[in-house]
């Protein structure tokens, strides 16, 4: 099994900066894509920007120019730096990551349990 532990959520002001983080562990034999979602009250969870093992990104266009993601391979580790932040962007962020794990080599969907990402004034 795989598991992803996100962090970095909390309360921030309009136009501040957070950067969250989000560890894989457990069994990995390895890691293709990850990504990080986010979900509002009433809303369906959206993506918000994905990066590939090799590094390539996209972004959903209202983060554009204010979100960057990351990865650090050698951690199993992905980054969201969040700037600029908009009210508009609280929500619960999640990651995902498409990995194999090292007993099935099946690859599977996991996500993490969620970050919390408040921001008020």
């Known amino acids: 099994q795989v598991q992803l532990v996100e962090s970095g959520g909390g309360l921030v002001q309009p136009g501040g900066s957070l950067r969250l983080s989000c560890a894989a562990s457990?069994?990995?034999?390895?890691?293709?894509?990850m990504g990080w979602y986010r979900q509002a009250p009433g809303k369906e969870r959206e993506l918000v920007a994905g990066i590939g093992s090799g590094g390539s990104t996209n972004y959903a266009d209202f983060v554009k120019g204010r979100f960057t993601i990351s990865r650090d391979n050698a951690k199993n580790t992905a980054y969201l730096q969040m700037n600029s932040l908009k009210p508009e962007d609280s929500a619960v962020y999640f990651c995902n990551a498409e990995a194999r794990d090292s007993l099935s080599f099946i690859p599977r969907s996991y996500w993490g349990q969620g970050t919390q990402v408040t921001v008020s004034s």
């Open positions: 457990g069994s990995i034999f390895s890691i293709n894509g």
